[in-house]
């Protein structure tokens, strides 16, 4: 129940295109769902985030989507560049208690080509 | 300033070897993480510490040490590894207490042969 299933693993669009990776959960006490692009040998870096009481949140060229209903939620890139080439992970977390933690997806690997 | 800075970037070390990860961040976070990521994987969350106490340790080896002497700076303690703890290690820190915007470090790559 605490899993984040991500999809696809693998993503090759190109410029200009508009990679779409969608990420489901489980669990239902889950309230935060962030972002995150890792470049090779780089840290995750926070891309975006929302909570469930929007359906939608954009910055920049990026957007998330947000499903409560089907407990599923996805991430846009508009206008997608080569820079944009990297792996996203997809995370979810519960800000109640005391034990707090994202649980993150197994991430995809974006590559753009030009 | 939203920087984790990590330090070494990179380290290599004998399986007997003694040796130290330092992750230092001066954004006034109280909540500070270690992650273990291998290659084409997610982060594996290790420890937490907030407010300079472990809060969070996921059955972590006791090969790995961790120490928090003060809210800026997370120390990981590394003793008798195998090859198989090779991997980046990440420190992340986070606002308040345990909460959700984690701002990750570039990582230490730690070799063990």
């Known amino acids: 129940q605490q899993q984040v299933k991500q999809s696809p693993q693998s993503l090759i669009v190109q410029k200009g295109g508009i990679p779409i990776i969608n990420c489901a959960y489980e669990?239902?006490?889950?309230?935060?769902f962030p972002w995150y692009q890792q470049f090779p040998g780089k840290g995750p870096a926070l891309l975006i985030a929302i909570r469930p009481d929007v359906s939608e949140k954009k910055e920049g060229r990026f957007t998330i989507s947000f499903n409560k209903s089907a407990k599923q939620f996805s991430l846009h890139i508009m206008d997608s560049q080569p820079g944009d080439s990297a792996t996203y992970f997809c995370a979810a977390g519960h800000s109640g208690g005391s034990n707090y933690k994202l649980t993150f997806g197994k991430g995809t690997l974006l590559t753009v080509n030009p | 300033d939203t920087e984790v800075t990590q330090t070494p970037k990179h380290l290599v070390m004998g399986m007997t070897n003694k040796k130290s990860l330092k992750c230092e961040q001066h954004?006034?976070?109280?909540?500070m993480y270690w992650y273990k990521q291998k290659a084409k994987k997610p982060p594996e969350l290790m420890f937490v510490?907030?407010?300079?106490?472990?809060?969070i340790n996921e059955s972590v080896p006791s090969r790995f040490s961790p120490e928090c002497p003060n809210s800026s700076l997370l120390n990981l303690h590394l003793h008798a590894l195998q090859p198989e703890d090779s991997a980046l290690y990440l420190c992340a820190s986070s606002p308040r207490r345990i909460q959700e915007t984690q701002y990750f470090g570039p990582g230490t790559r730690l070799l063990v042969l």
């Open positions: 954004m006034g976070h109280r909540a």
């Open positions: 510490y907030s407010y300079e106490k472990l809060s």
């Open positions: 669990n239902t006490a889950f309230d935060y």
